[in-house]
Structure formats: structure tokens, C-alpha cells
């Protein structure tokens, strides 16, 4: 009952991004994605015929609400907290009732900004502004998509780390999962993994040293003491990468 997927997506000092002409590149937002629910409870449930297929999005009181207060709780913790709400309810009825309870809380917690996008026009200002966002919080499906397209902006999918979280226990990965087609190549970029190490460190709440592993990410960057490729490899190694993060560090 993991149902909150935190998904970071900032751009690194030395990390050019994919939008380096758009003029707005300070990219430093957070996608908090419900992780138990929407369209992806459907998975291996689906209704097969021979002439179609029906897959269900369930959307719950209690699990949008709980999704919900976690990325208002998230936002609490930034320098200037906003949440926007990325759904489809001019569409769907389910994503209806996702404003609806975001609303509700937005209501609660007057010192956080609120707002609303729909997920078509989010994916467009993720590449138009992507500076202006702080909180985003949306349906399992919609977050998959606008994390993987964030990530795309700051360096790939090798710089996004992730956490599973619940009430009472999380797990913690890269938003790539295992890059199974880079196993013992030494050339996938280890600093997502690394990152969702400093992750781990911030929900057992050891804030002083994952602040120091990001520091040390950031000084590796900051001085290209590595380098990246867009397909997610980097051309020093794996482990030439990892050790240059562990000298920071």
C-alpha cells in the first residue's frame, strides 16, 4: 500500500538540458503520483472480447484524498509551496471527482497556492515553463507519462530517483527501473540510483546525509567530473561515476 509515488525532477548544475533554447530552464518540481489506484488498477483485470477490450480507471474517496494531502504535505516543506492539480475532468468523471477532493484540501491549507491544469495542457507547459512548477499531483497514469517526459528535460531518465511511500513503509528506485538492456555494459548512469538512496535517507530521517549525497552529485556536476548521454549512459563508466560521487562525497 505503497500509494504515494514522490517523483523528483530537478536540473543539475552541469547537466544540459534537452530545452537548454527555452529561455526558463530553472527546473525543479515535484510529481506526486497516486501509486494504488486509476487506470493502472485495471492491470491484468481488463475486459476481453473477441471484438475489444475494456480497462477500468477506480478512483476512491480515500485514495485520491490520501494522495492529495501527501503532495500538500510535500509542498509544505518548499520555499515557495504550490500544488497543481493535473487531471482530465473535463472529460471523465472519474478525474471529477480528483478536482473535487483536491479542491476540498487546496481549501485547508491556505498558505499553499492551488491550481488546476489538464494533463494535455500540463505535458505542453512542462515544455513551455517548466520553472513555474514547484508540486504536481495527478492519476498513476497521467504521472507516469509527465515524469518520464520531466525527466527528458534534465538529463534523462538516469537523474530521477523516486520513492514508494505508505503510511508505514517505503521502497525507493530509480524512476527507470532496472535498465535491464545496460546489465554489465558499465555505462548506465548510476546517479538516479544514488539520488533515491539520498531519498531513503530523507524518509528515515537522516536529512543530514542525503543532503550530503546530493551535495556530492551536485559537485560532481557542477565540475564535469562526469558527463552524460541522452540515452541515459555516460561515457566515463558506471563505476567510474559512482566512484566520482564517492570522492564528493
Not at 517523483?7 to 543539475?12: A, D, G, T
Not at 539520488?195 to 524518509?203: E, F, H, N, P, V
Amino acid at each position: 500500500d505503497a500509494y504515494a509515488n514522490i517523483r523528483p525532477i530537478r536540473l543539475y548544475p552541469g547537466v544540459t538540458s534537452a530545452l537548454r533554447d527555452v529561455p526558463d530552464t530553472g527546473i525543479d518540481y515535484i510529481i506526486v503520483r497516486e501509486n494504488t489506484e486509476g487506470l493502472y488498477a485495471s492491470r491484468g483485470k481488463g475486459t476481453v472480447t473477441p471484438e475489444g477490450v475494456t480497462d477500468c480507471m477506480i478512483m476512491s474517496r480515500t485514495g485520491v484524498d490520501r494522495i492529495v494531502r501527501k503532495a500538500f504535505a510535500v509542498a509544505a516543506s518548499r520555499t515557495s509551496p504550490r500544488v497543481t492539480c493535473v487531471d482530465k475532468s473535463n472529460v471523465l468523471r472519474s478525474f471529477a471527482l480528483f478536482r473535487e477532493i483536491f479542491d476540498s484540501n487546496a481549501a485547508q491549507h491556505a498558505n499553499i497556492s492551488a491550481d488546476h491544469l489538464y494533463a494535455d495542457a500540463a505535458a505542453a507547459a512542462l515544455v513551455e515553463r517548466p520553472g513555474t512548477f514547484d508540486v504536481l499531483v495527478t492519476e498513476n497514469f497521467v504521472g507516469d507519462i509527465l515524469s518520464d517526459l520531466g525527466a527528458a528535460t534534465v538529463g534523462g531518465l538516469g537523474m530521477c530517483p523516486s520513492g514508494n511511500i505508505g503510511d508505514d513503509a517505503a521502497y525507493f528506485e530509480p524512476i527507470h527501473g532496472s535498465a535491464l538492456a545496460l546489465a554489465g555494459q558499465d555505462r548506465a548512469n548510476p546517479l538516479a540510483t544514488i539520488l533515491s538512496a539520498a531519498m531513503l535517507l530523507d524518509w528515515l530521517g537522516e536529512a543530514p546525509a542525503a543532503m550530503r549525497i546530493r551535495s556530492a552529485v551536485e559537485r560532481t556536476l557542477a565540475t564535469a567530473t562526469i558527463s552524460l548521454n541522452a540515452n541515459g549512459t555516460t561515457p566515463q563508466g558506471t563505476k567510474a561515476a559512482a566512484n566520482a560521487v564517492i570522492a564528493a562525497l
